[in-house]
């Protein structure tokens, strides 16, 4: 155990085996990444606990393939984990079942397996309602709020579950997928925190557990995450090729609302590299299914990160946008934050009344801006999001006075 409380020398070995696998000296290594051959020997002994940059600068220069799946994604997520302040066996117990968000049962069933263990689709079940509790307060929290949780059970228990004996194939499968899952939230919390360097190893590591899994355009759904994240982060450069690989790999199996989902990225992705003929193509590609009502099933991990078709309308605004179509993007933008639930999904739905404020704005409607901001504002100042600080500086540059008395108690000014 590293100085730190942590889980540094086991995290030090596996590096040093990568950097030996890829035929590399620290030397060589030091030579091609932002940390000193000292401070990586510290690393590689355990001296020093890695932290989540260290941990992806080495897959960077040493290669993701030295490693399997579920090495990467523990190796990921223990670096991740700020290391004073959890204790091992009590991480999400605290987090959730303190505020009754999950079971007790779940819990306890999963402190309990080891790789020896025999692990049924009860097991994976209880993943699934930890994944789903955590992604609820992240909704209505932000990726700040339980972030160290996530790392912590990802690169623990469920690490072990991954390496247990399984029933049978379909749980062998329904496990991977199930990692893949909370590897995605883990992501998504890190993106949301401004953290893109992280998001993107997490989502690529949810991408190699989802194509272990085989579960039927599961990797297509995080090559779509991939994706977006260029184009949210103002780096779209490879962002259309990964959205239209998204669509070839889930070629149509996922049904016409998720593919519409996965269409609509290819749309976005193009306008915000400047093709808009690409764009709007992709767009008449998916027309027929940007309605506000749900019309077949989806999978699990689609449909719980899009409950409802708010997510697709709001990637229609955000290509309109991008192409310069300010009407259509504020109609779109308008429809979006109407069709998103202000109390299970409380971020995004400020996000995106903020978005339509600002484009009321542009439009020269500021009456209906500055109405539509003041709803917002304590949805905005509530959540812990890299994002909604920027949509509050946004709005605060626009319409200034509006920070006069609408801030809660305590908050700081922007």
Not at 79 to 90: N, P, Q
Not at 133 to 156: C, H, N, P, Y
Not at 252 to 259: C, E, I, K, M, V
Not at 272 to 289: I, M, Q, V, W
Request: aromatic residues 6%; negative net charge; charged residues 20%.
């Amino acid at each position: 155990m590293g100085t730190d409380g942590g889980f540094a020398p086991d995290i030090g070995e596996r590096l040093r085996a990568a950097r030996q696998a890829a035929g590399l000296s620290l030397a060589e290594l030091a030579a091609r990444i932002p940390f000193s051959r000292s401070y990586l020997g510290h690393v590689e002994t355990g001296t020093r606990a890695p932290s989540a940059d260290v941990v992806a600068a080495y897959l960077r220069a040493c290669g993701e393939m030295t490693c399997d799946p579920v090495t990467l994604v523990s190796m990921l997520g223990r670096a991740d984990v700020d290391r004073r302040s959890f204790l091992r066996t009590s991480v999400y117990s605290a987090a959730l079942s303190a505020t009754a968000l999950v079971s007790q049962s779940d819990v306890a069933r999963l402190m309990r397996i080891d790789e020896s263990a025999h692990v049924g689709m009860p097991e994976v079940r209880a993943v699934q309602g930890i994944t789903d509790a955590f992604l609820r307060m992240d909704e209505v929290k932000g990726g700040g709020i339980g972030r160290t949780a996530v790392a912590e059970f990802l690169s623990t228990d469920v690490a072990s579950l991954l390496r247990s004996r399984f029933a049978d194939s379909t749980v062998r499968s329904a496990a991977f997928s199930a990692a893949a899952e909370l590897a995605y939230l883990a992501g998504f919390k890190a993106h949301d925190a401004g953290e893109d360097g992280i998001a993107q190893r997490y989502f690529l590591s949810a991408l190699r557990l989802a194509e272990e899994s085989q579960m039927p355009g599961q990797d297509a759904w995080v090559l779509r995450i991939l994706a977006m994240q260029g184009t949210d982060i103002g780096q779209p450069h490879f962002s259309p090729a990964l959205a239209e690989a998204a669509v070839t790999r889930d070629g149509g199996q996922l049904g016409p609302d998720a593919t519409a989902l996965l269409t609509i990225a290819v749309a976005r992705c193009h306008a915000e590299t400047g093709d808009h003929g690409g764009a709007l193509a992709a767009l008449r590609t998916a027309e027929p299914h940007v309605t506000p009502d749900l019309t077949s099933e989806q999978p699990r991990w689609v449909s719980m990160w899009c409950p409802n078709k708010g997510t697709v309308v709001d990637q229609v605004a955000k290509t309109f946008l991008a192409l310069g179509d300010l009407a259509n993007a504020e109609r779109y933008c308008e429809l979006a934050t109407g069709i998103w639930d202000r109390e299970t999904h409380a971020r995004v739905w400020a996000l995106s009344a903020a978005e339509t404020g600002l484009l009321h704005w542009k439009r020269g409607k500021h009456t209906d801006a500055v109405d539509m901001w003041r709803s917002a504002l304590p949805a905005l100042h509530a959540v812990d999001s890299a994002r909604t600080t920027a949509a509050l500086c946004k709005i605060r540059r626009t319409a200034p006075e509006l920070f006069e008395d609408t801030a809660p108690t305590g908050t700081p000014a922007l």
